[in-house]
T-cell receptor
């Protein structure tokens, strides 16, 4: 059974810092991995989608890497801003017709 | 159009009421999902529709009844809910094996 964990559970950093959020999964046979952002009481916003054949994806200040063999993905946020404060969730899809498994999330607070 | 639209945004209902949540997308996605999310927890899958047919039901109580009238529309009918059903209900859609697009959710309060 696929299990997804995220470290740290919460993170507080001063504005301008570069930071790394970690996601680990127990079954390396995945189809894709997706990183989401969620603001309090809101829906999930997709940040980056990495297919199993890819090693990384980049969008603006965000970079996500995927290492299937070790069961890990990292989300790198450069030059953090207060507007980055949110909960970040990673989600793993095992097959194209399976259900997504979410990690518990990392709550990020960027202090001005 | 790259959005999933959910209505209403907020809903307060009594335990004897019947109400419905609505979800709509026009991205040509053939898989649509209902999730329930409690505070400070990740979303929990409730139902999956694939090509307008119910493909996954995660043992959800019968007081929640999903419906997929067409490839763009997904409803969740609610009846005789309990206070513990209060949560954020999220709809999502995807092409099979592709990334998910989520709506902004319906905040449901059962009184």
């Amino acid at each position: 059974k696929q299990e997804v964990t995220q470290i740290p559970a919460a993170l507080s950093v001063p504005e301008g810092e570069n930071l790394v959020l970690n996601c680990s999964f127990t079954d390396s046979a995945i189809y894709n991995l997706q990183w989401f952002r969620q603001d309090p009481g809101k829906g999930l916003t997709s940040l980056l989608l990495i297919q199993s054949s890819q090693r990384e994806q980049t969008s603006g200040r965000l970079n996500a890497s995927l290492d299937k063999s070790s069961g890990r993905s990292t989300l790198y946020i450069a030059a953090s801003q207060p507007g980055d404060s949110a909960t970040y969730l990673c989600a793993v899809l095992k097959t194209s017709y399976d259900k997504v498994i979410f990690g518990p999330g990392t709550s990020l607070s960027v202090i001005p | 159009d790259t959005e999933v639209t959910q209505t209403p945004k907020h809903l307060v209902m009594g335990m004897t009421n019947k109400k419905s949540l609505k979800c709509e997308q026009h991205m040509g996605h053939r898989a649509m999902y209902w999730y329930k999310q409690k505070a400070k927890k990740p979303p929990e899958l409730m139902f999956v529709y694939s090509y307008e047919k119910l493909s996954i039901n995660e043992s959800v109580p019968s007081r929640f009844s999903p419906e997929c009238p067409n490839s763009s529309l997904l409803n969740l009918h609610l009846h005789a809910l309990q206070p513990e059903d209060s949560a954020l209900y999220l709809c999502a859609s995807s092409l099979p094996g592709d990334g998910y697009t989520f709506g902004s959710g319906t905040r449901l309060t059962v009184v």
